[in-house]
């Protein structure tokens, strides 16, 4: 045979390769853009932020971790500012709890934080092989991985 028939984009193990994948798709998404990419079968955790309600509808479910100790500051139990696998403990934690009936059922995972956090989330992503054990990273719009 000349020719592969589906070849995945990447050979990174971070990435969703779609519905064959059994991993759970995980999106980043800026708090500025959660009103737009609100999916109804996906998870929500703000990460880092207060949200609005408006940046809270839409979502099958929403965790706020932890809620901010002030103006740009981050809680003591951020998963981004945790690291040592802090952010694959939390998914799996809340995969969990989605299987015992704890919390309402969703198919994805969007993680939202500051836009200005968003490369630092990145990087625990790739540091933590839990997270890409559990979740594939998907696109979101046009960009892949992550939205600004």
Same mark, same amino acid.
């Given at each position: &045979?000349?020719?592969?028939?589906?070849?995945?984009?990447?050979?990174?193990?971070?990435?969703?390769?779609?519905?064959?994948?059994?991993?759970?798709?995980?999106?980043?998404?800026?708090?500025?853009?959660?009103?737009?990419?609100?999916?109804?079968?996906?998870?929500?955790?703000?990460?880092?932020?207060?949200?609005?309600?408006?940046?809270?509808?839409?979502?099958?479910?929403?965790?706020? @971790?932890?809620?901010?100790?002030?103006?740009?500051?981050?809680?003591?139990?951020?998963?981004?500012?945790?690291?040592?696998?802090?952010?694959?403990?939390?998914?799996?934690?809340?995969?969990?709890?989605?299987?015992?009936?704890?919390?309402?059922?969703?198919?994805?995972?969007?993680?939202? @934080?500051?836009?200005?956090?968003?490369?630092?989330? &990145?990087?625990?992503?790739?540091?933590?092989?839990?997270?890409?054990?559990?979740?594939?990273?998907?696109?979101?719009?046009?960009?892949?991985?992550?939205?600004?």
């Amino acid at each position: &045979m000349l020719f592969q028939r589906a070849a995945s984009l990447s050979t990174s193990p971070l990435l969703w390769r779609g519905p064959e994948d059994q991993r759970i798709p995980l999106r980043v998404v800026s708090l500025e853009g959660a009103v737009q990419q609100a999916q109804p079968d996906s998870l929500a955790i703000f990460l880092g932020g207060s949200p609005t309600a408006a940046q809270q509808a839409g979502w099958s479910a929403v965790r706020v @971790c932890p809620p901010p100790a002030g103006e740009g500051v981050h809680g003591g139990g951020c998963p981004c500012c945790q690291g040592g696998g802090y952010l694959g403990r939390l998914l799996l934690r809340l995969i969990q709890e989605r299987a015992r009936g704890e919390c309402a059922f969703f198919v994805k995972v969007s993680l939202i @934080c500051p836009a200005q956090d968003m490369a630092g989330l &990145m990087r625990v992503i790739h540091a933590d092989p839990l997270v890409f054990s559990l979740c594939g990273m998907e696109a979101v719009s046009s960009r892949f991985s992550c939205e600004y």
